[in-house]
């Protein structure tokens, strides 16, 4: 921030992204609010050793900690907020520090547990069971995750994306949102949560969100009809960046928003 920070704010971004992608649009937004901004490459992806190959979720839950760990210790008395987006939200949720300020879960990666189709974990099962290494496109065909062309376009020419995924990796992605769905309510009540979902994300289902957020008791989350997957790169970015800001201001207060997240629970 052009001033001095009033909170610090570290970033997890999804599957096959880095953390260099996810401070492009809404970073500078967020730091012009007084918000100091890290976002770190998850183990597996970026820059990091061993691209492409599953950590185990184990590692990257201890890794986002080790990151807060230090951060914290690096800015004493600040609030601390952590951020996730997609695979990122669902390893914030499980990371979940004592002590944080508060976790901000953006279309967090929660398409699993009963709310994934029921033939597809054991085929995927079986597939990464025989063909583990055997990678397959990393794209969801024609599904879209924004409707930011720059900066879909950007990701696709990134040399760091990922173009292809192992089918372990895919696997082990699952497990995380399994994981991320049973962690999901005890998360809700022990750390002031914020849930953004938009309504035209196609890569974790909007219906399965729903209701996996409402059986789970969310009580903050906050809809965007025309938001896509990446919230914070959507052309919606500005009213995202506005709430997330809002949020850090004051974990407590409630947001205009957040009626049309209670309509959206209620809805079918």
Known sequence: PPGAPRAVLLALHGMGDHGGNFLVE??????????????????????????????????LIEDARTAVRLLRARHPGLPFFLLGESLGGAIALLAAP????????????????????????????????????????????????????????????DPLTLREVRLDLLRGVVATMDAAVAALPGCCRATPTLVLFGGRDQVIPTRAARRALREAGA???IFYPSGWHLLLRDEVRGEVVEDVLGF?????????????????????
Do not use: K
């Open 248 to 268: 850090i201001a004051d974990p407590a207060a409630p947001r205009p928003r957040e009626a049309a997240g209670r309509a959206w629970l209620a809805g079918r």
């Open 219 to 221: 009580p903050r989350v």
């Open 26 to 59: 809404s970073g500078p937004a967020l730091a012009a609010g007084g918000v100091l901004v890290y976002s770190m490459d998850q183990r597996g992806f970026g820059w990091t050793a061993h691209r492409g190959l599953w950590p185990g979720l184990e590692a």
């Open 98 to 157: 004592e002590g944080v300020s508060g976790l901000i879960l953006a279309s967090p990666a929660i398409w699993g547990g009963p709310y994934l189709p029921a033939l597809f974990r054991p085929a995927l099962s079986v597939a990464s069971s025989v063909l583990g290494p055997l990678a397959v496109e990393a794209s969801a065909g024609p599904l879209a995750a924004s409707d930011n062309r720059a900066a879909l376009e950007r990701f696709a020419r």
